[in-house]
């Protein structure tokens, strides 16, 4: 199955738990008329559709501790350039000791972002920003906003917490980590996103839910 055929305007199938199925049917009303009109708001310049329907984004003007979204498919993409502060505070036991998936053993991510980084390099994190309870779109939290938000993201809908390496808070009532797409390094500071070179096989179709 390619990539395009799991995409939301594919009509491709999503494996969202059963339990919530009926309640996002019902939620989706809400969080899907937030995202309709971000999306349409996600005309990047640093982004590059290509006619494999991969996208290339520039990444050089992303400052440590920024962040900026494209839209890849009909997603939502969370783009972070990690501080070395970030990256102490995804590793201290005490923050790993609240997180429900730590070790990214539920498959949301490829192979070569099964890592405590959930990243192809640990400097840039590459997320889908869709919520795993009800899909809503959550926000950056910027490092030092908060103490427990070291560049993380918090979704508004029903205070879902997720870390910098989109790693679900263990009472949050989000099931999963934020999902990680197929990303290949072009070069220093240019992605791919769509393919990943370290887990060539790997099709969004793969993942557990988006
Ligand atoms: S949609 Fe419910 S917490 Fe995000």
């Known amino acids: 199955m390619t990539q395009s055929e799991t995409s939301p305007s594919s009509g491709g199938t999503k494996r969202r738990d059963l339990l919530t199925t009926a309640t996002v049917t019902l939620g989706c009303a809400g969080a899907c008329a937030l995202a309709v009109p971000f999306l349409t708001s996600l005309k990047n310049p640093?982004?590059?559709?290509?006619?494999?329907?991969?996208?290339?984004?520039?990444?050089?003007?992303?400052?440590?501790?920024?962040?900026?979204?494209?839209?890849?498919?009909?997603?939502?993409?969370?783009?972070?350039r990690r501080t070395p502060q970030m990256l102490a505070a995804l590793q201290t036991p005490a923050h790993i000791a609240t997180l429900r998936d730590a070790d990214s053993k539920m498959l949301q991510q490829p192979k070569d972002a099964t890592n405590w980084h959930r990243s192809v390099r640990p400097d840039y994190g590459v997320l889908v920003g869709i919520c795993t309870h009800l899909g809503c779109v959550p926000s950056f939290e910027k490092p030092g906003s908060a103490p427990e938000a070291e560049g993380g993201y918090f979704c508004p809908c029903h205070g879902s917490h997720f870390d910098a390496a989109g790693r679900v808070a263990q009472r949050a009532p989000a099931p999963y980590n934020l999902p990680v797409p197929p990303v290949t390094f072009l070069s220093d500071t240019k992605i791919r996103i769509g393919h990943s070179a370290g887990d060539p096989g790997f099709s969004m179709s793969d993942i557990q839910q988006i």
């Not at 640093?46 to 990444?59: F, G, Q, Y």
């Not at 498919?73 to 783009?79: C, G, H, K, R, S």
Request: proline share 6%; no cysteine; aromatic share 8%.
């Open 46 to 80: 640093a982004a590059t559709t290509l006619s494999d329907k991969t996208l290339e984004v520039d990444l050089s003007s992303l400052a440590p501790g920024q962040d900026m979204t494209v839209q890849w498919q009909d997603w939502p993409i969370f783009i972070q």
